[in-house]
Structures are given as C-alpha cells and as structure tokens.
C-alpha cells in the first residue's frame, strides 16, 4: 500500500513565519509582488498561471489599419495568363473584346499588350492606361483610391 506524503506546508499552518528566521520571509518582496505582478515578458514568477488562463496576454493587440493591400499586375502577365483567365472566369471573351475582372488589383504598365482589351480593376498607373487605350481597350475603376496602398508580390 502506498502511503500519500503529506505536504510539509501543512505543518506550518498557524506559525507566523512558516518555519523561517525572522527577518527573511517578513517583507513583501518574498510575496514577489501584488496581482499580476511578475506577469510581463521577461518575468517568470507567474508564467505557468499566465499561460494556462489567459489566452491572449502576449503579443501586440490594438487598431487594424484599414487600408486595402492591392496586389500588383503588369500588363505583360495580363497578356500572357490571358487564356488561364478565361478558363478560370476571371475573364470572358466578347465580341474580339476580352472583359478581364481583377479586383484587389492594380494594373502597371510593365510589358506589352496585343489585345483590345477591358479592365476592371482597382486602379491603373498612367503607363497603364495609356497603353490599354492605345488598342482600343478600356479601364474600368472598381473602387476609389484613398485608402488603397500596393502590396507587390
């Protein structure tokens, strides 16, 4: 039979200092301080109860910014993923005019376009627009572009 060890906490119940000198356990600094005190980054004193109770008390937390991330496209990739885009649906072919949605989007001037084109997109640089306007095409501005910053992948 297995005999349970009692604490040896339980035998200093009563006492004063719990089997100390006097002087050392009498100050509060033996406490390790009051409430959460001791929770920070670098602190270890409470970390295991930080841990297992509170889910979110590490880390940054605040505002969301809310600027929209546009992604970046050139024309060159417009014209070279064109058929990917019609068999995806992203784009739809009318008439020798290929209608090309691209939300999220803006579009650059990078590369050279063979196709009367329209764009629906988020904005366009001007190289853009000028080259999408030279064979016939159209850009179409889905969103405004306060709040709108671009994210290049």
Known sequence: MKIVKKKKSRKFHGSRLWGRSS??????????????????????????????????YFGKRGFKSKKVKLKAINLGDIQNKLNSFIRKGIAKEKNDIIEVNLEDYKVLGGGEIKDKIIIKANSFSSKAKEKIEKMGGKCEVLKKEENLSINKE
């Open 23 to 56: 002087k050392k356990a009498k100050g509060s600094g033996n406490r390790g301080g009051k409430g959460m005190a001791g929770t920070g980054k670098r602190a270890d004193q409470r970390k295991t109860y930080v841990l297992k109770y509170y889910d979110n």
